[in-house]
């Protein structure tokens, strides 16, 4: 297990932290800022999950023309840890 801490940039949390499990499978997501009870049921929903998949799926994802959003900078964070390994 290792436990990761990303930066957003461009919306409105400020921090996302998780964890990738040795067999790539997400917990513990937690966002600091932004929508709270949209973020906690993204957090809810990704639990267990492949984290590959879910970059997969939330890549791309638009909050309010900014073109990026919450869920896209967790498709980043995964990404990102996800090439570390």
């Known amino acids: 297990m290792s436990k990761h801490i990303f930066y957003p940039q461009g919306v409105c949390s400020q921090q996302i932290t998780f964890e990738l499990n040795d067999d790539n499978t997400i917990s513990n997501v937690r966002f600091?800022?932004?929508?709270?009870?949209?973020?906690?049921?993204?957090?809810?929903?990704?639990?267990?999950?492949d984290a590959a998949e879910i970059a997969q799926?939330?890549?791309?994802?638009?909050?309010?023309?900014?073109?990026?959003?919450?869920?896209?900078?967790?498709?980043?964070?995964?990404?990102?840890?996800l090439s570390k390994r």
Not at 35 to 48: D, H, P, T, Y
Not at 57 to 81: F, H, K, M, Y
């Open 32 to 49: 600091s800022g932004g929508c709270n009870g949209n973020l906690k049921a993204i957090a809810k929903l990704v639990q267990g999950k």
């Open 57 to 81: 799926i939330l890549a791309g994802n638009d909050c309010a023309g900014r073109g990026t959003s919450c869920a896209d900078q967790l498709s980043r964070a995964l990404t990102e840890a």
